[in-house]
């Protein structure tokens, strides 16, 4: 294990880096968590979902709409498409065990994901997006515009889902719904409207994160496959049942995992996801909720 | 004047038959009991009506055929508070209280002022974890929350279950005085025979899903077999 | 129970009389690919015992496939202190060291349930992938190490791929036995108590660390050998070769046959199979219903069927085919894991 060459300089870059990292995780991971919480199913189709609303948003700018423009008109579709998706293809394996409706997740990744290349072909892509590249300059440090703003983005949409589930009746349902459906029924709620919003909530958290990091990185149809993976790991982090481990856990593992990779040359960039299930093991043993979640004591 | 009929209803949990035709009415603005030993169906006639368990046979609230869905009977006036109470242990005093509210339109400020007046420990604890209360302040909770929707009928299962008898006797009271001042009918199903008569009208003794005795509360004080089998002397 | 006995002895016979007479009648890729298909049941049976059995749910059981796999490629190619060891005898070693790794993992798994457990195991086999590339000077990196071509032994005057027919289903016959044997017994019942209710069955004094560590290592073993068969049979492994989506798809391969049914694992064992090999084959079938024109060739066709198959098959049969299968032939069927 060596350490590798250190100047503040690069540090502070590599912690944006990794905060940027982090906040695209911390929207996936969200984005799972909330379908977690109320229905007690890993959605394996998060990330096919949020890339194929990111292709929309590339269709819809190749036909002259500014980045501004088309980006609320895909967040529509992709609560739209959430929603359809939870009454059509979930809801009716409701009642099954929980590896059936699992895969049923997986089958839709899969179609998806052939869907994608069928439509708009499996060629890498060049995503335009809506911040700059060039950089600022922050206390001395050179930082990307574009790592501000997608930040800013990110921290935004969950600060406004915050405000929705504290203060909105509907947030309230859908919180009620998710921790008890039968008490939740007996005082009114439609409770299966409210799993099919809590799809379509996570449907657009999906395509912001996509839209966010599509300029960054290529768009083509297994963009979001790694990134999924680390959502998933920050869910675990953070704790599968606890919004606010979702997001803490994926910024903390977006820094952790690139300041690891540069700064500990055994991980590299070949073993940091195998370097984040360490770390994260090693947690849940000692926290085996995650760092904010509940798991019921067993005491035998 | 009736504000709830059930005619021949039948329930069953799989296999197994709970309700054996079982009818029964609540008139406008009274207190009605439900008694019997365990698994007689008692919590099950609750659930019958709310909508929580699969039933067949008629039940008429209000002059009308009432839906099968307990998000329906909630949104048509009526208000169960189940075995266990129901809370939402992990939200707030305050967060349990607004969902009881879900169906009202406008502001709540007035529901919420008089659930406070009636149970002013609740007030104190608004930010509290629901799940944390005592026992007896869950059961005020319970049935706050129940209050919040303005209900034309409440559906109460056992609600003195687990708690002394000075909170009972609190609870009681607050029901009493609800009931007189929103003018609302009360179906209550309660081990407790005695406390039950003592607050009733009148009441249904179930055995084994079916209705064995009717009638007012004096009726079934002065009834022997009821005596014996659930009053104790 | 004792009622039981006889038919399953007597389907137990049918099977093996099946795959004894098989490759008499087909040709000699078919019985290459019947060959695989063995060594993905052998893979399935292992899972089985894990998730159907006791109730733990692995994601990565294809990394315990890779690790078998991988010992059988060093200890052929690299060999100890340079004696190179015949590969047949490698496949009991390379199931033994991926049941340690298996118990390795057990101990661990026993801190989390359900969620937490499969999505840290599918971590597992998501990380496994970079090892080779990482250890490349031992592992052989992404290009991988590549062994002798299998052949009989002894001379036997066969072909390769009847040879590799023959020692898979072999094993898989021999290796269905002693799972049949563990569930029948102590083992059996302590693993099917903890399933059914974890906290009743420590209450009555079931070790639950030492079952439910066990589960983990016989999954891995039985993984561990079907990998190694796969490294023989393959001559060749690298990372590709275990992908990531093997894993899930021993998963899938489980869910969709139905976890305690024999049936249903053959079944399962076949249908990963077809998705690591066929995809195209479908799609050419779909192309000849009316009123859909799919060129199969079109890369994301495949997918998409599959995808849909896969939704379509799991909204239709919750249970898998092994539930249908339990629906349509009552108590012919020989089921693996009764139910108290």
Not at chain 3, 51 to 77: E, K, P, R
């Amino acid at each position: 294990m060596v350490l590798a060459a250190f100047t503040w300089t690069e540090f502070a870059q590599q912690l944006a880096a990794g905060i940027r990292e982090g906040a695209i995780y911390a929207g996936l991971a969200l984005a799972i968590v909330i379908i977690y919480r109320s229905t007690r199913v890993i959605n394996f189709a998060q990330g096919e979902m949020a890339t194929f609303t990111t292709f929309i948003a590339w269709s819809l700018m190749n036909h002259g709409l500014s980045f501004w423009t088309a980006f609320p008109i895909v967040l529509a579709i992709a609560f739209a498409g959430g929603v359809a998706i939870e009454r059509v293809v979930i809801r009716p394996v409701e009642g099954a065990p929980v590896v059936t409706v699992v895969i049923v997740t997986l089958g839709l990744a899969l179609l998806l994901n052939g869907l994608m290349s069928v439509i708009w072909g499996g060629a890498n892509r060049q995503f335009h997006g809506p911040f700059s590249t060039r950089t600022i300059d922050v206390a001395g440090v050179p930082i990307s515009v574009q790592d501000i703003g997608i930040v800013a983005v990110s921290v935004g949409l969950v600060g406004l889902l915050a405000l929705f589930f504290r203060f909105t009746k509907l947030g309230l349902a859908l919180r009620a719904a998710a921790v008890n459906p039968e008490s939740s029924r007996l005082v009114g709620i439609r409770v299966g409207w409210m799993l099919a919003l809590g799809w379509g909530i996570a449907a657009v958290l999906g395509a912001v994160a996509g839209m966010m990091i599509a300029p960054v990185v290529f768009l083509d149809p297994n963009m979001m496959q790694t990134i999924l993976l680390y959502a998933f790991a920050a869910a675990v982090l953070g704790g599968l049942d606890s919004p606010i481990g979702a997001v803490v856990g994926g910024i903390l593992l977006g820094v952790t995992i690139t300041l690891l990779g540069r700064y500990v040359g055994f991980i590299g960039s070949t073993l940091k996801l195998p370097a984040a299930l360490m770390l994260i093991l090693v947690l849940l043993l000692v926290r085996p909720g995650g760092l904010f979640g509940r798991v019921a004591v067993r005491r035998v | 004047m009736s504000v709830l009929e059930l005619h021949n209803v039948e329930a069953r949990y799989g296999p197994v038959k709970a309700l054996h035709g079982v009818s029964l009415q609540v008139g406008d603005g009274e207190l009605v009991a439900v008694l019997g030993a365990n698994g007689a169906g008692k919590t099950t006639t609750l659930r019958a009506i709310s909508g929580t368990v699969r039933r067949s046979g008629d039940i008429v609230f209000a002059g009308k055929k009432l839906p099968r869905r307990p998000e329906s009977t909630a949104r048509a006036g009526i208000a169960h508070v189940p075995e266990g109470r129901g809370t939402f242990s992990e939200l707030s005093v305050w967060d349990n209280l607004r969902l009881g509210a879900y169906t009202r339109r406008g502001r709540i400020k007035q529901e919420t002022q008089r659930v406070f007046e009636f149970f002013p420990q609740l007030e104190g604890r608004r930010d509290q974890q629901a799940g944390t209360l005592s026992g007896g302040e869950q059961q005020m909770l319970a049935l706050s929350r129940a209050m919040m929707a303005r209900p034309r009928l409440l559906l109460l299962d056992e609600p003195s279950l687990g708690l002394a008898p000075i909170v009972v006797k609190v609870i009681f009271e607050a029901l009493e005085r609800m009931k007189s001042a929103d003018g609302m009918s009360v179906l209550v199903v309660e081990q407790n025979a005695n406390l039950a008569l003592a607050h009733a009208a009148r009441a249904y003794v179930l055995e084994v899903g079916n209705v064995v005795v009717e009638g007012t509360s004096d009726e079934l004080r002065a009834n022997e077999s009821v005596r014996r089998s659930y009053l104790g002397y | 129970m004792r009622s039981k006995l006889w038919p399953e002895l007597a389907g137990f016979a049918a099977l093996a009389l099946v795959v004894a007479a098989l490759p008499r009648f087909i040709s000699d890729f078919r019985a290459r690919e019947l060959a695989i298909v063995g060594m993905y049941f052998i893979a399935l049976l292992g899972l089985s015992i894990l998730t159907g059995y006791s109730g733990q749910i692995s994601l990565g059981n294809g990394a315990f496939m890779a690790i078998g796999g991988y010992t059988t490629a060093v200890l052929s190619v690299n060999g100890v202190y340079g004696h190179q060891i015949r590969d047949l005898w490698t496949i009991p070693i390379a199931g033994v060291i991926a049941g340690v790794a298996g118990l390795l993992v057990g101990v661990p798994a026993l801190r989390l349930s359900g969620v937490y457990l499969a999505l840290i195991t599918f971590g597992i086999a998501v990380s496994f992938p970079q090892l080779p590339k990482k250890f490349d000077h031992f592992l052989g990196g992404t290009t991988g190490k590549i062994l002798n071509l299998a052949k009989p032994p002894f001379g036997l005057a066969t072909t390769t791929n009847n040879w590799m027919y023959y020692l898979t289903w072999g094993i898989a016959l021999v290796l269905l036995g002693v799972a049949w044997w563990l569930v029948r017994g102590k083992t059996g019942r302590a693993l099917k108590a903890i399933r059914d209710s974890e906290v009743a069955a420590a209450s009555s004094g079931v070790s639950l660390a030492t079952y439910k560590t066990f589960a983990f290592g016989i999954s891995a073993f039985y993984a561990g050998v079907a990998g190694s068969l796969y490294a023989i049979a393959n001559a060749y492994v690298n990372p590709d070769v275990f992908p990531i989506i093997l894993s899930v798809y021993l998963v899938v391969g489980l869910a969709v046959g139905g976890v305690d049914s024999l049936v249903g694992l053959i079944f399962g064992a076949g249908l990963i199979y077809f998705l690591q090999n066929h995809a195209d084959t479908v799609a050419g079938w779909i192309n000849h219903l009316p009123a859909l024109s799919l060129d199969p060739k079109q890369p994301g066709i495949p997918s998409m069927i599959f995808g849909a198959v896969l939704i379509v098959v799991m909204l239709l049969l919750p249970t898998g085919v092994g539930g249908l299968v339990r629906r349509l032939f009552g108590s012919l069927t020989s089921r693996l894991y009764t139910r108290s």
